[in-house]
Structure formats: C-alpha cells, structure tokens
C-alpha cells in the first residue's frame, strides 16, 4: 500500500467465507493483514485457515481483531501513547493499539487514568513525555481528550467511545464535546479504533523519519 | 406564591404593552416582579411605567432582567454559590444570581474560571466552601459543572449556555455531556439561568431554614 | 470518597470477572460497594464471590442492583422522598432508593401516583410533607415532577424513564418536557436513577448536617 | 368546497400580489376566504383591494388572520371550546378560533389557565360543558391538553405551540408530549392553529347537524 | 371510568405476574379489561387465570390484544370507520378496532385499500358514508389519510404504522407527512392503534347520544 | 464540459465582485453560464458586466436566475416535463426549468396541479403524455411525485420544496416521504432545482440522441 | 400493470402464509411476481408452493429475492449498469440486478470498483460505455456515484447502503453526501435497491422503446 | 502558553470593550494575540486601540482575523499544507492559515482543486510534497480530504464548512462523510479553521523540532 497503512478488513457483516478469501488474498499480496470487529464463528473459520509457512497468527480477544503476518513487522519507528478513561473503552484502544504496533510504533498505554481521578493523570503522563501522539479514548461525557491535549505538546487524537445510555449516550455526547473542545485536538468517529491507531501512528512514524534522516 | 419561588415573566416575545400590565398585576399581588429576557424596547417601556411610591426598579444589562420591588426582600437565607466557565456564560450566570438574591441568597461569583485554568478553580471552590449549592454555567463541551461535582460536597447545578458553532453547538454537546457525566449533578435546559437559580436558591433556603429552627 | 458519594459500578457492559475484581477492590478500600444494572449471569458470579467476614450482600431484583457491605452505613441523615409515576418507573426508582439509603437517608416511597389520578397525589405529598429532597420518575410523557414541584416547599429532582413507543419513545418527551417544564426543577438523564437518588441524598445528608451542627 | 372547509390561504412566503389575486378569486368562486399569517405589508395590499359591494373585511391582528367574505356564514352549527395554557399561546388559539367561527360554531374562549393553575381550570371546564369539540393549546412541555382530556368527555385536540428555547424548544417537547400522552386525545402539528380549528369545527358541525335531523 | 375509555393496559414491558395483578384488578373494578401488545408468554398466564364466571376472555392474534368482559359491553354506539393502507398496517389497525367495538362502536373495515390503487378507494368510501369516525392507518409515506380526508365530511385520525427501512422509516415519515398535510386531520403517535380506536368512539358515541338524546 | 452539464454557479454566499470574476471565466471557456440563487445585490453587479459582443443576458425573477449565452444554445433535445404542486413551489420548479431549456430541452410545465384537485392532474399528464421525463415539485407533505409515477411510464424526479412549518417543515417530510414512496422514483434535495432540472434534461437528450442516430 | 414496473412484495414484517398467498395472487394475476428480502424461513414456504406447469422459481440468496415466473420475461430492452463501491454492497446491488433483468434489461455488473481504486475505475467505466443508466451502490461515505456521475453521459442513480457504525452510520453519511453532491445525480432510500433497479430500466426501456421505433 | 498554541479569542457574541479589553491583555502577557470571527463593528474598536509601540496589526478579511503582535513570530517551523474545494472554503481555509503562520509554520495553498477537478489535485498535491500536515476543508458532500488522505504520507486533517442547503447542509454531510471515510483521517468540528491549522502546526513544528535536535 503505497501510502504505508496496512491491509485492514472490517469483519462485521462478512460472510464467514469471503472474509476467509478476502484475508488471504490480502496476506499474500502484502505480506500482512488486520482483521477488525471479528466475531467468534469467524475467529474459528480464520484459525482453521491453512496459512504460509511461517506465518504468524496473533488472536486479541478484547480489541476483537485479528493480525496475520508472513513478512516481519516494520522496523521500530515513533512512539504512540494510548490511554483509556476507563475499562469500558479498553476493546477500543487496544484496537487503536494493534494497528499502531502493526505499523511498527512503540505503543505505551495506560487504561485506568479516568476512574483514578486526574491526580492519577499527571504521573502517566509524565511516563509517556516521548510519545509522538497521543490516542485517548473516553466515552460517556468524554473529557479527557480535551484534558491531556491541554498539558501535551505533542497532538491528540480524540476517540469517542459508544458507551452511556440516555440522552447522548452510545458515544454521541462523547463526540459532540470533543468536537466543542476548546483545546486543539481532532477526532475520529465513535469506536473508531483502527482510524486513531494508524493516524497516530502516521504522525509518529513521519517524524520518526525525519530523526533517522538527520 | 405558596412555593415560594418569586413571580418571574420571560419577556421574549411578549407585547410590550401586556408585558407592562402583566408585570404591574404580579406586583400589585405579591410586591415583587422579576422580567427576564427583555429587549430594549421593552425595557423603555418598563421603565415609563407609574410605580407604587418607594418602588424599587433594577435593571441588570449583562442579565437581560429587570426586577421591581415595592416590599423588602426576603431576609438573607443561605449561600449560593454561581460559577461561569467563560465571558459567553455571563450573561446566563447573572440571571441565576438575579432570581437567588432575589429569593434572599447571599451570592458568592467567580465569572474567569474556565479561562483561568484548573489550578485557578481551587482557590474559588475554597472561597465557596460555604454554599449551600452551585449553579455552574458551562458553553460548549460544558465540562466544568462534572469537575466542581467531583470536588464539593453541596449539590451542584449544571447550567448548559448556548455558545459554539457546528456540530454539537448552541448548548447541545454542553447539555449531553452534563447529562453522560460520572460525576452525581442534576441539569436545567440551555440558557436557563432563571431556573437554576431559582432551584439552588431553594436548596439553600431549606437549609437555612432548619439552621434557624434550631 | 472525599465527597461523600458511594463506590458504584455500572455492571452494564463489563466482563463477568473484571466485574468482580474491581466490586472486590472497591468494597475492601471503602468498605462498601454498589453495583448497578447488574445482569442475571454477573449476579451469579459475584454472589460466588468469597467476602470478607461479616459482610453484608443485599440483591435488589426490581432496581437490579447488588449492594455489598463490610463497614455499617452512614448513620440516618435526611429523608428522600420517591414518586413514580407508573409501574414501568419502578425499577428505576428503586435504583435511586438502593443509593439513597446507603448514603442513610430514610427513603418514603409512592409508586402508583401516575396510575391512581391526581387526587391521590395530595395525600401522598402529605405523607411525605417533611422529605427534604423529592425524587420523582415518569416515562412517556413525564409530566409528574412539574406536577410535584409545584407543590412542594423542597428541590425535586425529575428522573425520567425509558417508557412509551413512537416518536418521543424512550424518554425522549419525559427529558424533553421536564427541561421545558415552567416548574422549578432539575434533571438527570434518562433511567439514570443511580444519579438521581445519590443527588437527593446530597441535598438531605447536607441539610441533616446542619440540623445537628446547631 | 365539497367537504366543508373554508377556502384558506397561507400568506407565508406569497408574493403580495399573487396573495391577492388568489384571494379575490377564491372569494368569487366561493363566496368566503381566510387568508393566515398575513404580515403587515401584505395587509396593506389586502385593505387597498377592491371588493364585491356588501363585502366583510375582519382582519385578526393577534391572530394574523383576514376573512372576506360577501356571503353569509354557515348558520350557528355546534359550539368549539378552545383553550390556551399562556399568553404566548393565544395567536395561536385566535386562528383556531376564526376558522371555527367562519364554519358557524360558537365559540368558547378561555386563555389564562395555565398561568392561573390547575384549581382554575375545573370552572372553566364547568362553563364550557357543553362544548362538542375541545382545542388546546399549549407551549413549552404541552401538558395542558392530556390534564382536559382526562377531565371531559368530548374528543380533545392538542395543538402545540413554537414558544420555549433550549433543548424541545420552538414546540418539539409540547408535540412530543402529547403524542406520549396517556390520556386519549389526538394534535396537529406545531402552531397549526388553522388544523385544529377546522377539525373541532369538523367534529361539531357533524353533530349538530346530527341534532337537527332528529 | 368517568369519561368512558375501558381500562387499558400497555401489557409491553411488564412482569408477567404483575400484568396478571393489575389485569385482573381492573377487570374486578370496572367489568372489562383491554390488554394490549401481549407476547405469547404473557398470553399463556392470562389464559390460565381464575376469570369470574361468566366472563368472556378474547385474543385477537393479529391485534396482539386480549379482552376480558365480565359485564356486557355498552350499547351499539356509533360507526367508525377504519381503513388501512397494506397488509402491514392490519395489526395496528386491528388495534383501533378492538377498542372502538369495546366502547360500543359498529365498526367498519377496509384493510386493502391503499394496495388495491385509488380507483378503489371510491367504492370503500361510499359503503362508509354513514361512519362518524375514519381512523385510516399507514406506513411508509403515509399518504393515504389526507386522502381520505380530502372526500369525506366526517373528521378523519391518521394513525403512522411503523413499517418502512431507511432514512424516514419506522413511521417517521408517515407521521411528518400527516402533520405537513394540507388536509385537515389530526394523528396519533406511530403504532397507537389503541388511541385512534379510542378517540374515534369518543366522537361517534357523542354523536349517536345527541341522537338518541332527540 | 465533456459530460454535458452547463457551467452553473450557486452565488448564494459568494462575494459579488468574485461572482462576476467566475461568472465571466466561465463564459469565456464554454460560451454560457447559469448562475443560481441569485440576491438583488448581485444582480445589480451582473447586469453592469461588460459582456462579449451579441451576448444574451437572460434574467428569470421568480427562479433567482441569471443566464448569460454568447455561443447558441444546443439544438433540441428531448422534453422535460415540470409539475408544481403549488403556488410555492414555483421557484424551485422554474429553476429546473432554466437548465432543461439551456440544456436544449423543451419544456412543459404545469404548476397548479396540486391546488386544483386530483382530478386536474389527469388532463395535465395527458398534455404531458409525450415526455421523456418529469419533474414533479411539491412540499410540505410532497405526495404528488408518487402519485404522478404511479401514472406514468417516463421516469419521475421528486422535487422537495423547503415549505411547512412545525415539524417536518422546510421540506423534511417531503424529502422522507419521496425516499418511502411505493411508486418508483428518485429524488434530489430540498429546493434542488437545478440538479433535478439537470438530470431530467439528461435522460430526455440521451434518449433524443438515440432517435437521431437510428 | 400499466405503467410496467413487475409486481413486487416485501416480505419483511409478513407472515409466512399471507406472503405465499400474496404472491400466487399476483403471480396468476401477471404472470410474474419479485419478493424481496425473503427470510430463510420465507423461503421454505415459498419453495414449498404448488406453482403454475412451466413456472420458474429463481432465489437469489446474495439478493435474498425469489421471483417466480410462470409467462415470459419481456424482451431484451436496454443496458442497465451497477456498480458497487466494497463487498457489504453486493446484496443491495444484486437487488437491483434483478428487478432491473425482470424489466427484461441486459445488466452489467462490477463489484470491487471502490476496494480497488479510481485508477480501477476507468476501465470499468469503459466496458460499460453504453449503458443507458447506472446504478452506483455505496456505503460508509458514499462518495462513489458522484464520482461515476462527473465521468459518464447518461443518468446515474446513487444508492446507499446501510454499512458503517458511528455517526453518520447505517447509510446516513451516504445518503447526505449524496444529496449534497457537485454531481448531477439522484437518489433513493438506503437500502432500496429494488427502487434503484427498477428506475434504471425505466430510463433504459424507454430508450429502447424509442430506438426500435424509428 | 506551555503547549505552545498562541492565545487566541473567539470575537463572536463578544462584547466589544469586553472583547478589547481581553484582546490586549492576552497582547500584554504573551506577546501576540490571534482574534478570530471579527465583525466589522468590532474591528472598528480593535483597529482605534492604542497597542505597544512596534506592536503590529493584521486584519485578514477573508479569515475574519485579526492579529496583534508585540513581540516577533516563532522562527520557521515546519509546513502545513491548505487545500480548499471551492471559493466556498477559503474563509475558513484562510482561519487556519493564519493560526499556522502564526506558530510559525509555513503555509502552502492550494484553493480551487475541487473546482479544477482530479487531474489538478495531482500537481497540486506534488507541489505539496514536503509538506508535514494537511489541512483540507470542504464543504457541502467534503469528499477532498478522503481523496488527499488516501494520496499522501503525511496526516490528513479533514476541515468540514458549513455550505449547502437542504438536508446534510450547513457542514453535517460533510463531517459525517469524513467520519465515515476508509481513508485515514482525522476531523475537527464544521468550520473551525483556527483548529485545523493550530493542530496542523502542533504536527509540523514537533517534527521540525526533531530534525533540529539531531
Ligand atoms: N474497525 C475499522 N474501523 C474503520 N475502518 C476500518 C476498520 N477496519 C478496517 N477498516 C477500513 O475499512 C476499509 C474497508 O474495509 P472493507 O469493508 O473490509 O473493504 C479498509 O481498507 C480499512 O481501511
Ligand atoms: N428566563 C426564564 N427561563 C425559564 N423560565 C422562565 C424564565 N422567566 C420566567 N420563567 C418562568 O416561566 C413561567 C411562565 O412565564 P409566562 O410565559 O410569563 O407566564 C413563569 O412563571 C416563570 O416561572
Ligand atoms: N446506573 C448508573 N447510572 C449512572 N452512573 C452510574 C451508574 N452506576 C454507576 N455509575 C457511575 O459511573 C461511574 C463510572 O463507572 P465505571 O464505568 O464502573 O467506572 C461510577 O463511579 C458511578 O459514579
Ligand atoms: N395556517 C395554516 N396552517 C396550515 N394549513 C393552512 C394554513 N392556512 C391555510 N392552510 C391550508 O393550506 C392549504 C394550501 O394553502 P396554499 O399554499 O395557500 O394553497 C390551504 O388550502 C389550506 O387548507
Ligand atoms: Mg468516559
Ligand atoms: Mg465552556
Ligand atoms: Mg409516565
Ligand atoms: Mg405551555
Ligand atoms: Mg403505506
Ligand atoms: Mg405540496
Ligand atoms: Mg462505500
Ligand atoms: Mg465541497
């Protein structure tokens, strides 16, 4: 893929068989393949698929998605933080996680930062000082995207999560107040893992470049 | 009024002329009107009217209101505390103060403290530590109302206020994510100021109350 | 928690043992714990659950709430009164009453004001005459807490619920017409009982303080 | 007109001079036309015209409204009952009432309610007992028509009204509501005054007309 | 009941036991019960109850309602008329029927007009002439009952069925369009057949009284 | 152009003197220009353009329209009909109108179709009976684009106009009742004009076309 | 029927036994009959039906149609070209197919335009240069028809589908973005491919009809 | 500003002494002040301000900003890329120029790709080549960010403008077409320019500062 993001297929709403074809096809034209949102009937049809020698096969249960690998990964390149406001929104940043590593970004995470209060914040982000972008996922009222791009300097990607009842719930009041922020950050749409962990891991690997230029 | 809330009329779009006998009917039964939302032509003919003698007319510009008073006001029962995240909020915030001064509060204002910055907040939460309840005025992505909740032990009132453009504007992200919030606060409709001053200042005045009684 | 609100945990949504870790967590560090919209499968496990000696474990079927205790509650502090509209509005309303008297508020419930007419409600509000905070559910077209809170000297708090088809379905008309209300009232989200009753609670626990202060 | 209403024309957004050739030519072909939401300078077109000799010119200024008509009005036929719950309610409930009047029913008017509060409202009922049809109109969150639909026997119709801001504001909440509504009654849409007072006058003629029959 | 709707009771959503509870309760208090949107579970505990001797129990399968009579029903009162646009509108239509009969209507169907074309439409309305009511349902765009209320003199209630995928469907269209319609009608919310039914038999029995009255 | 649309410009919101700078680049290249929405202000600035020599500068009022020509239309092409259904739908249909006829179609109009009755409609559409394809405009509830394709063979475009007020007004519900419309036709957005006239001309000359070459 | 579209039902929301009798109504009425959106357990029914000597019964179970046939398709008329922009919009698409070949149109297909790239594109375009009008199916975004649009000479149907999660999801992202397309192009509902199919042979039969006539 | 954005005022619903008096103390403090959504009542007042001698003012009529500055800008710092889709999009392309220039980034433009069609994006975006960021505003279906994204190396900031009429107008179809997108992007809400640009600087200046560093 000529612009450096990796295959990806959404799984949902594929027919158990063409996603079987349709990953393998990908594989063997480039190497590597994500797959995204898989459900438990298409895990079992993935994992009986006869691969290439050597391959890999890594199965996330809690991002829900699915990385198979003939050729190696890039080679390390940027350094992408993802946080988390609470363990409602782990599947989706661990979804924004697989697709940063796939790109050959260091990810370093933190997923409790919202239910510790923000006390708690300050130190994590001290540990992630070196990210070159920061992936934060929240939803309900989803303020804290707005609050680390307040205290980082290096860009935000907001990523609203599709939790909540009620009025505003299912992510909407998440995304609504991400895009009314004050603070400068831009937003992927609700549960939008993989969107968040490529961008992220553009930005990091574009300036990961340039280090290694100079 | 046996609830005890002061008799209020919202003049928009009223006739200038009903808006006026109206106005002197509340005040002639219960010695006190509050008119808010008046336009400037309403205002003009407000002022005109023939009050009872030692009548007093208040005009507050930011607020929108005009109060007339031909009794005294209630004796000073309870604090309100009323917080505004921004400039926009301010005129939102004055009318929660107008109606709980009104209602015989004593007023406690901090207008700068979402532009400010967090570490600001404290120093006027400390000032506040007395209240009784807090009205917080928050535009936009509204978040300020969920942080002073988390920090105080007095009920506090989310007052959304119709600021930012695009998606989510006008007071909508602000009313949704105050609603989503974690933290435990109630909520009145965009703009009301009348409202949530009226309702704090009820807080406030039922304790007071039972404070005098013993 | 310094401000007085219980651990409680949305059990909505999260996995079976992470749900009982974090509710053991919580329970050993405060003492207490609440966990909320609890499913049939959750329930099983967190009643499997080995406790501390001398714990408390109260299920509450209708509110599908758990309540786990090893320290006492709070001692008797305020009286939250709790209407519901109709039988739709019970479970959520017992959400509100699970919270409120574990923050040892004395709870008074009616819940078939709706359902027996407006001439009942005069003699529920008698009995209910010394409460200081009201709770009040409706669904479909929530007009009940208007109704209440222009009746009663104290706050009331509209809870409204995901009753009634079509359009304005789920809530929608009962949050709209509460935040349209001419009545002097306040608002949680939709079904959000867990923030209505922990609210009222506030307002009681804070006004009982003072009683005894003097 | 074959099925009895009135030729009417809605002057919103009508060329001043096509309004009044449409006007004329409606009042030639049937002897009678209402024209609503007339603005003021297409009421100067609509004076300046040149009418059939014996011609009647009303022009309803609350209402908006002008009737011409150069024949007479239907005989008396059923009485329409037309209630609003406010002020801001009452330019509404005045179409209603024209075009109620100019199918030949009686009119009875009662447009403070609301404000006077529900121990106001049972004499109201009492004079208007007789009524065949009931409008009423109502802003804000509406619920004005349910409380008289579970008080009288005759079909009521909700007619809601664009006042109100916020969130359900310009009229949605008070729509809303009455679509939600338990008691049984049916509306139209928002500030349709014209609807509701056609189909009273509907409901009304067809009674009596029943009446003389027998 | 003092303004002549039968007990109704929205069955959708209530424990089984509970609904038996209060079923049985009205049926006690008034001498009829209607039961609407029963599923089949709950179908299964109605039928096993203990009903007072003599009582009629009717299931409507395609209505999903359940009539339960211990006394007569009243006296033949009035035509209603009720049409439906297709095939899927028959159980909402149904709905309207059981409740108008309930009070005591005659009632009239046609439930394949708007399928049938236009051309058919006439002769249906003619063998209708004599109805006091017309409740017309429709899905989709919901273009049939300003149809009929641009033929007949009687009043006519649109009642949106909630068929139709896309942008619109679920009724939304059918309702917005009857609200736009430059007939003269009144609606109901989308699905509530039981509302149309009732407030179609309040008119047709108002007028068959006066009649009978004369 | 190589597909065959005229060079249009919307000059709603554009700046006049960068509006006569475009318009006039556009002349230059294609030898015509349609530019739409035009305000007074920007009429003014147009007609004082200095044009080519023999330039024809056609302004249509009613359609907001400005049409500058110095190369010859296309030779006719095919016939487009235009239906309005009322008086307010003019504009929108005449903006159609303007494209069809530059696009070198002849056009047919009728625009009082829906005022006059259904049974108007039958000696239109056989005036009509040749065309290739129609546009039919309506607002409000919009039914008369389904019922015209449900009368004719040639291809129907729906036209929603941004009339009605209350919910689903500004074409809304006309817009959601074409999308749900049994009859086969498709749709363009609320007042459109130009893409409806545009497509309409498309399907007439291809099929023109067709006629010549055989 | 008259104006030639095939006799078609949907089967959604039917029961089983009314869908048969249904069809086999319409099939001896016409000759034909299209059912779309059949469910598995439909499909039992349908294929267990006593069909007409010499009828033919096609599933197509991408599209989830059956059509039965008992006379002759009509002769081959016109070129109708689909493309669609992933996988997820084959069904819709192939819904469209059918109808469009039932019209008795040649259909040309191409599925994996948008997977592919622009550059895939103009290839298809080009084995589709005759066609008399597409239909473009696409989800998410929606982008493609106006992209075919901007490329080809005859009239091009743009038709959402109902992929995509978030904001803007289920095809309503598609649906705007088509609206509001630069591109001449029209639309119908998300999903409606039978709405799609059967406009396209319109426009293509029409031509068809004209070539052989000269 | 630790994070390194420049102080910047939102003018609109601002007062205008208030909006000075803020103007020149963020000036006083920080050494430059970037006031964006400036009327032309409130540049009268800005330009009449007595600055800092040297101080400069820059009003950029297009964007609707002004800048005060003090002290001088930031060194060179990076390159952000702007692209605008129409004539439509250059106010708010313009905001986010000046943001950028204002951190210290240079700013490439390219503002007429949309009009130029594709084959011009190509030597545009190669002229772009060494860009850091993308900013790409688009209005109305704001197809042009997917496109560019789907284009270059470097992140995409898709800029939605609130163009077009009718439903998905005023920017919603364009920022649900973004958040639907398969490209990799990110959005910032309908018409905030002064994001886009300070987000695009944040990336291109943290790279820069890397290449300087080594
Ligand atoms: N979870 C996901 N969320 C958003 N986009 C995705 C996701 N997974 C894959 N994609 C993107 O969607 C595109 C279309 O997916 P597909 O429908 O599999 O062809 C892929 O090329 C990915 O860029
Ligand atoms: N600014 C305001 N916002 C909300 N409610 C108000 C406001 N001002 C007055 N009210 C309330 O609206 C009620 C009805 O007002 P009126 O339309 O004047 O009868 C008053 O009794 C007040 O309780
Ligand atoms: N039913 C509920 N409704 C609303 N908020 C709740 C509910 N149950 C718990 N909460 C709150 O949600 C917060 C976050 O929950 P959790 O996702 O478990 O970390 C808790 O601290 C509670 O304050
Ligand atoms: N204020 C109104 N609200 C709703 N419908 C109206 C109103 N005034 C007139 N109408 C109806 O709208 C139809 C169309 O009006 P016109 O646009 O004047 O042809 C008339 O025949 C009336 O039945
Ligand atoms: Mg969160
Ligand atoms: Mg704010
Ligand atoms: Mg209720
Ligand atoms: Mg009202
Ligand atoms: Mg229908
Ligand atoms: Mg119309
Ligand atoms: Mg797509
Ligand atoms: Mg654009």
Same mark, same amino acid.
């Given at each position: 893929? =000529?612009?450096g ?39 079992? @049809?993935? =994992? ?26 890039p080679?390390q390149a940027g350094r992408v933080a993802i ?13 924004a996680? @697989?697709v940063a590593e796939?790109m050959g970004c260091q990810v370093l995470?933190? $997923? ?16 992630m000082?070196d990210a070159d972008a920061f992936v ?11 609050? @680390? ?5 290096a860009p @935000?990607i ?6 909540? $009842? ?9 995304? $609504? ?19 968040a962990g490529a961008y992220a891991a553009k930005i990091a690997r574009q300036k990961a470049h340039k280090e290694?230029?100079?």
């Amino acid at each position: 893929n =000529r612009i450096g993001i990796p295959e990806a297929i959404l799984a949902e709403g594929k027919d158990k068989s063409d996603l079987l074809a349709i990953s393998l096809a990908h594989l063997e034209e480039t190497g590597s393949v994500i797959i995204t949102r898989v459900s438990s009937e298409q895990l079992v @049809v993935l =994992r009986s698929a006869k691969l290439p020698p050597k391959s890999v096969f890594e199965h996330n249960p809690r991002a829900r998605t699915v990385v198979i690998r003939s050729a190696d990964r890039p080679a390390q390149a940027g350094r992408v933080a993802i946080l988390a406001a609470g363990t409602a929104d782990i599947p989706v940043a661990e979804e924004a996680r @697989v697709v940063a590593e796939e790109m050959g970004c260091q990810v370093l995470r933190e $997923y409790d930062v919202g239910v510790a209060g923000i006390h708690r914040l300050f130190p994590c982000l001290e540990r992630m000082a070196d990210a070159d972008a920061f992936v934060v996922a929240a939803g309900r009222e989803g303020t804290l995207p707005a609050v @680390v791009a307040g205290l980082v300097n290096a860009p @935000v990607i907001g990523l609203p999560v599709s939790t909540g $009842y009620g009025i505003g719930g299912g992510g909407k009041a998440a995304l $609504y107040s991400m895009l009314q922020s004050c603070s400068v950050l831009t937003v992927v749409n609700v549960d939008a893992g993989f969107v968040a962990g490529a961008y992220a891991a553009k930005i990091a690997r574009q300036k990961a470049h340039k280090e290694k230029q100079s």
